[in-house]
């Protein structure tokens, strides 16, 4: 009986539903914190960026208006043949040396430009004796303000010259070398101001309406090589030492690589003596076509054309093809 009752109470119980929903709904109505607004009322502040100068400590740095480049070339070549060779041939070697130091400083609108170029070379045969195979001395100074984008007014001073002996051979090998050229004799000093246009980096010509040049002769022996009834040399008269032109004098410059690998600088200069026969007219190309190898390998090729009716009649030539070893800086 007491058994019975206990289970009727029991599945009573357990058979009463929960809304639990409900239950937790009235607990947290009851302890939730009731917000207010704010009283006061808060207007909204738009974003405003100032600029603030920070002071920042100069750092150790310097602008330089100053450039230098630096070229230098050793080529070398050498031919052997033994003496039963049937095709015949001499024996020789060759050296020859190439510097070139340039400087440009460039603050506008002033400009100035400074280049030495020294070349020499020595060659030898196999029962001669040794001979110069290049030779020069050229040292050019332009200083430059500028009047347009492309056009500037100039002033220039040049030195031209030579290092070495130089001799007229007899082909023959019967009578002795004619010494015809030494140091300063003959020597080239170009005073010069005018115009230049300069439209891009690589290309320059000048314009100098203003140039005078003065030829030396400095040593005597020279004129030794005068033929009979001549009585000047370079256009310097026999028992001078110097001569004074004023011309005008033109000077077109193009120096740019033109293929991957491969330089052109080449060089003409026009001078026309004021006053006198336009046959006087002297000319001057010089050119280098330099390829590299590698790094430090390279093949050159230069050239110098000449027309000067003062030191002789028709067109003087030179070329030269070399293998050697090429360093420029930077």
Known sequence: MFTAALSANAQTTDTVKRDTVKIDTA?????RIQTKKNAIPVPATPIQIKEELIPVTMLDY?????????????????????????????TSVALTSNFIYRVVYNKAPFSY???????????KNKGQSSRKS????????????????????FGSLTLES????????????????????????????????????????????????GTARQTFVLDDKVFNSLAEGQDELYGVKKGKSIRTDIAFQMVAIFDKDIAKNMHLNARYDMFVPYGED????????DAILAAKVNRLINVSINGTLLYDKKSTSGIQATEGLALGVLYKFP
């Open 162 to 209: 030579q290092f070495d002996k130089g001799y007229q051979y007899d082909g023959n090998n019967v009578n002795p070398p004619i010494l015809i050229s030494n140091f300063m004799a003959p020597g080239y000093l170009t005073e010069s101001i005018g115009f230049e246009y300069k439209p891009t980096s690589y290309f320059d010509l000048r314009l100098g309406t």
């Open 278 to 285: 336009l046959s006087f007219t002297r000319h001057r190309i």
């Open 113 to 123: 430009t400074s280049e030495l170029n020294l070349l020499y070379g020595k060659s």
């Open 134 to 153: 290049n030779d020069r001395i050229f040292f050019d100074n332009k200083i430059a303000t500028q009047m347009s984008k492309h056009w500037f007014f």
């Open 27 to 31: 607990i947290l109505n009851k302890y």
């Open 62 to 90: 310097k602008v330089s208006y100053w450039r230098k480049y630096i070229t230098f070339g050793l080529n070398f070549s050498q031919a052997a043949f033994s003496d039963n060779y049937a095709a015949g041939g001499v």
